[in-house]
């Protein structure tokens, strides 16, 4: 299926090259040269509140997060995106007129976010969320602009990607585009509240959160019929919950509190954010305001319900006795010290495990990573001492690994179903020792 | 804080004095310099073990030094050692180079920095005592291939590349080999003394 897909759109691709010169977007024109403004001497105040503003709004789209290689300068880009494609390198974001963005203009940035389309015009590969960013409007996009053009210029040149054949062809990008890409700004919903709308515009627009926690198909795409509905990420090897089922991260039965301390805090009294949600929480939600995470809690609490798979029967559910008794012994003797025998923990030190969404889904796979390589919730303005989780992959063999998160699955009234050894070598390579 | 540092057990053990597995390192009572430096360097990926690299990624500075204090005040008991039988000259070479270095290839000893008893020195340099020689070797090695590093000026970087593989074999079997002192705690620093300038004395 996937390489019909794949061929359908070199195809398209093909097809695409044909009319790239009449589709291809080029250079905006450009303006009289403007007067760099020698800030901040001459730095009004309202300047100063656009920049703030700006350092917010990037915060919110945890733009440092790819733009900033580890070690690196801030900003200025290099840091390696592996995807299925091949290596992409994030570019250079800061002001420097030469290896940054320091000669665009407003209106190239705002291209740039709302289309996806560099400055000189070439496309931009997807891994820059542009789909999410073309929801933001205008004035934001200035604001963004204004706090970049503020921060420090670095010197360093973008690194070229290192993408296979075809993918290296950005004129494939205009197939994609076709299929994948929507463009426009966030338009209200004049029947929700405007704290709803907050949230709606945040959680779709800046917050990008359907990269994740949408499936991405073999193309690198997502399809708005399904989204928020959940996939496994590539290339991180973690799964993200779907956000509309209540049987994985659907927060249709949760507290808005729960919701906003999970985005904001990192920990909740329903769940703890680790792996990659842990470095979006660490990045860029935690600078997130009260008013701001509680509207995107209110908006993700209203996202609509479908349970892409229904619960587990009751012959799926069955279990070994045997294997259950070993996942007891297991869980008694290293888990329930912390966890609690009956399973509800010490949120939020020590999250429940009885009752969790995250632990019951149909996939298994965060669960096991999370016996294998334990874990820290971030570190968080409002938590910024975090518990942790030890690693137990040293210590469990597969048999033992799956024995106690089946036990965890099915125990104190869990839905979930039970997982099989097999399952677990795969998992072991992620971090090796 | 205990409990808080629940995330290091099953490697370093409860009170960081290591565990069984030949592996991982006893952290208790390193300088706790040492200890945050290290931390810092596995958030940042400066140094390189997946696990570690991992766990900590989203902990903030203030969090990793006060997990550095706290591992640092601890004196645990040292686990009794099999020490294994060793070739006499092997162990002969790495006393030598602990404790007088080699002058002909210009490698100080080992105690010159990490201490007479080999308890380490504030601020920044460990302890070689209580660790197996599996984990010495390891990072000796990963220092000599440069996949272990300092701030600079790099002083360990310049030992361990005039370090054969035989001579990090002979330190590491002799080291530890070694019984524990009756006080681990780390020498006070002590700048004069030092064969080469370190970044981490700074």
């Known amino acids: 299926m996937g390489l019909r897909i794949a061929i359908g759109a070199v195809v398209l691709a093909a097809l695409a090259v044909a009319v790239v010169l009449s ?67 994030s570019p250079n974001i800061t002001p420097d007129e030469e290896t940054g963005i320091g000669q665009w203009s407003s209106d190239e940035f705002y291209r740039m976010m709302h289309s996806g389309v560099s400055r000189d015009g070439s496309l931009l590969y997807p891994a820059m969320p542009f789909a999410s960013y073309t929801k933001v409007t205008r004035a934001d996009s200035d604001a963004i602009y204004a706090y970049l053009m503020s921060v420090q210029p670095v010197k360093l040149k973008n690194r070229p990607h290192e993408l296979r054949f ?30 709803w709308n907050r949230g709606a515009y945040l959680v779709e627009g800046l917050g990008h959160c359907s990269m994740c926690h949408t499936a991405i198909n073999a193309l690198g795409g997502s399809k708005e019929s399904q989204e928020f509905e959940g996939g496994m990420i590539p290339n991180q090897n973690w799964y993200a919950p779907s956000l509309t089922s209540n049987r994985e991260a659907g927060l249709g039965e949760w507290d808005l509190k729960d919701i906003a301390d999970l985005l904001q805090v990192g920990v909740s009294k329903r769940a703890t954010v680790y792996g990659p949600m842990a470095e979006v929480v660490y990045n860029s939600l935690q600078y997130m305001t009260d008013a701001d ?57 020590y999250p429940p495990l009885a009752g969790n969404q995250s632990i019951t889904m149909t996939s298994p796979v965060n669960s096991i990573r999370m016996v294998l390589n334990g874990g820290y919730a971030p570190g968080t303005k409002k938590n910024p001492r975090p518990h942790g989780m030890p690693p137990f992959s040293h210590i469990f063999d597969d048999e033992e690994v799956a024995a106690v998160v089946t036990y965890i699955r099915v125990a104190w009234d869990n839905s979930g179903a039970p997982v099989a050894a097999a399952q677990v070598p795969e998992l072991r390579k992620l971090l090796p020792e | 804080m205990e409990a808080r540092v629940q995330g290091c057990v099953t490697c370093h053990g409860q009170s960081g004095q290591g565990t069984n597995s030949g592996y991982y390192p006893r952290i208790a009572g390193k300088p706790a310099g040492y200890l945050y430096n290290q931390l810092v360097a596995f958030r940042n990926g400066t140094r390189n073990y997946a696990p570690m ?34 070739d006499p000259a092997v162990l002969a070479r790495g006393e030598a180079l602990v404790k007088t270095g080699d002058p002909q ?31 010495l070797t390891a990072q000796l090695t990963a220092w000599k291939v440069g996949e272990r590093k300092a701030a600079e000026p790099d002083c360990m970087k310049r030992i361990a590349n005039r370090l054969t593989e035989s001579d990090i074999a002979a330190v590491s079997a002799w080291l530890a080999r070694q019984e524990p002192p009756q006080d681990p705690s780390p020498e006070s620093a002590n700048l004069v003394r030092m064969p080469f300038a370190c970044g981490s004395q700074k």
């Open chain 2, 53 to 86: 690299n991992y766990l900590v990624a989203y902990l903030p500075d203030a969090y990793l030094r006060e997990m550095a204090e706290h591992y640092a005040k601890l004196r645990p008991p040292f686990a009794r050692r099999d020490p294994g039988s060793v």
């Open chain 1, 293 to 349: 995470a509680e509207a995107m809690a209110v908006y993700l609490k209203t996202l609509p319900k479908r349970d892409a798979d229904p619960l587990p029967t009751s012959q799926a559910r069955l279990v070994q006795p045997t294997v259950m008794e070993n996942g007891r012994k297991i869980y008694d003797k290293q888990c329930a010290l912390c966890h609690g025998a009956d399973g509800k923990g010490h949120p939020p030190a």
């Open chain 2, 105 to 135: 290839k210009t490698i100080p000893a080992c105690a010159a920095c990490h201490g007479a008893s080999l308890t380490g020195m504030q601020p920044g340099i460990p302890g070689l005592v209580g660790l197996r020689p599996t984990y």
């Open chain 1, 166 to 195: 075809p993918f290296n062809k950005r004129e494939l990008l205009i197939g994609w585009r076709t299929l994948y890409f929507k463009e426009g700004e966030y338009q209200p919903d004049p029947k929700q509240s405007e704290q």
């Open chain 1, 23 to 89: 589709m291809q977007p080029g250079v905006l024109p450009s303006k009289p040269p403007q007067e760099k403004a020698a800030r901040p001497a001459g730095a009004t105040n309202a300047e100063t509140l656009l920049i703030q503003k700006g350092e917010y709004l990037a915060r919110a789209g945890d733009c440092v997060a790819c733009h900033t290689n580890p070690e690196g300068r801030e900003f200025a880009g290099g840091r390696a995106m592996p995807t299925p494609f091949g290596a992409l390198y």
